[in-house]
């Protein structure tokens, strides 16, 4: 078999001016495509508003139904991120990225890959939740325990340089999270405006204890009880990330849900599981407002002094570590209100929902009847 005529430089340059000539003209009919299907969107969008304020009972069915299929129950997923009219940039990307930052993906494909990567991340930052505090809780356990016999080699320095870099991990772990659901956002994705808040809030947090002096008391108390509950929060993390894959995904087949909507990791369960998630959620909640409250009281003294703010004092660590924790203690209260008042929200909505299901399932049995 003879082997092909090896390609010449003046045909290489041919060939690439060539498929150079088809991108060019491949970006010009994406973008007019684009414009146009934008006006259209934008048409429908203020056609379908004008029409559902004034509209009877009669015909509020249907729009309801081209409310749907405009918002992501269609088979181009949500139409509102090609939409001049209702598209916007979160804030955090425009902070980090840019005014102009192009987060939206128009391939329906690459939104949904999108989707699946951020349920892999949140899945495996679920375990390093659960297993990096429980070996630091039983380090530090230990450490005490061999501490408070007056033995050597307690390994207490390096252990608490760990927890510091676990806490350093968080900060990754959170503005990930908060570009994740912000560009989930932008490509059609209906997330509470209070998840990612949170994980501004915790950045703030992990920062100040980041901050704080290890060998200090305050840190070392604080500390202890934030690993405990990160255990708790890992393990409920992993069984609410299988089960509300589960659950999402019978949501969109039933069409109740759309194909890009995703279930944060803090957010409530749905009427499966209500015996064993909404009391394990309530209970972190609890937990968290607890150590807000503690964490205030133990350190209020001392931020309020003004001793130290303007001026060095010999016990400067001991008090800004102290401050440190008051600081902490009141985000960890906001997070723990927050966290609680949005799971009541989200009941509140699925109980409505609910309510609206049935109202209609027995309406449509009376005319059937």
């Known amino acids: ?59 509020l069915e249907e729009l309801e139904l081209a409310k749907k299929i405009y918002e992501g129950q269609g088979p181009g997923g ?16 425009k902070f980090l990225l840019g005014r102009e930052t192009a987060g939206v993906l128009i391939r329906y494909d690459q939104r949904l890959r999108l989707k699946q990567e951020y349920f892999k991340f949140r899945h495996n930052a679920a375990l390093i939740f659960t297993i990096v505090p429980l070996v630091l809780s039983f380090g530090l356990r230990r450490a005490s325990q061999v ?19 676990y806490a350093a991990w968080l900060v990754y ?28 809030i915790m950045v703030v947090f992990t920062l100040v204890l980041i901050s704080l002096p290890t060998e200090s008391r305050a840190f070392k108390i604080f500390s202890e009880k934030f690993i405990y509950f990160n255990v ?36 409530s369960p749905g009427k ?10 309530f209970a972190m909640q609890g937990l ?42 009141v985000l960890f209260l906001i997070l723990a209100i927050g966290n609680f008042l949005s799971t009541i929200a989200t009941i ?7 309510r609206r299901r049935s109202a209609k399932a027995l309406s449509s049995a009376k005319k059937a009847m």
């Open 147 to 165: 501490e408070a016999t007056g033995e050597q080699g307690s390994l207490s320095p390096p252990l608490w340089v760990l927890t510091q870099t």
């Open 173 to 200: 772990f959170y503005v990930s999270m908060a570009l994740r659901e912000n560009i989930l956002v932008m490509n059609g994705s209906d997330i509470r405006p209070w998840w990612i808040q949170h994980h501004y």
């Open 232 to 267: 708790l929060q890992g393990l409920i993390m992993m069984f609410q990330n299988k089960y509300q894959a589960r659950r999402l995904y019978r949501m969109i087949a039933l069409g109740r849900s759309k194909s890009m909507d995703v279930v944060s990791s803090e957010s």
């Open 78 to 93: 949500d139409l509102r991120i090609m939409s001049s009219a209702t598209k916007q940039t979160p804030i955090m990307l």
């Open 348 to 354: 509140t909505s699925k109980l409505k929902r609910s």
């Open 288 to 329: 968290q407002l607890a150590m807000g409250v503690k964490a205030i009281t133990y350190s209020a003294q001392d931020f309020f002094n003004a001793t130290g703010w303007l001026d060095s004092v010999p016990s400067s660590t001991e008090l800004r570590s102290s401050r440190g924790v008051f600081i902490c203690g």
């Open 1 to 59: 078999m003879e082997s092909p005529e090896p390609i010449g430089p003046s045909d290489l340059v041919k060939r690439c001016r060539v498929l150079s000539e088809r991108v060019a003209q491949h970006n010009r009919r994406m973008k007019a495509d684009e414009q146009a299907l934008g006006s259209d969107i934008d048409a429908v969008y203020r056609e379908l508003k004008s029409q559902m304020e004034g509209a009877g009972e009669e015909t």
């Open 272 to 281: 499966g599981g209500l015996l064993i998630l909404y009391p394990a959620l």
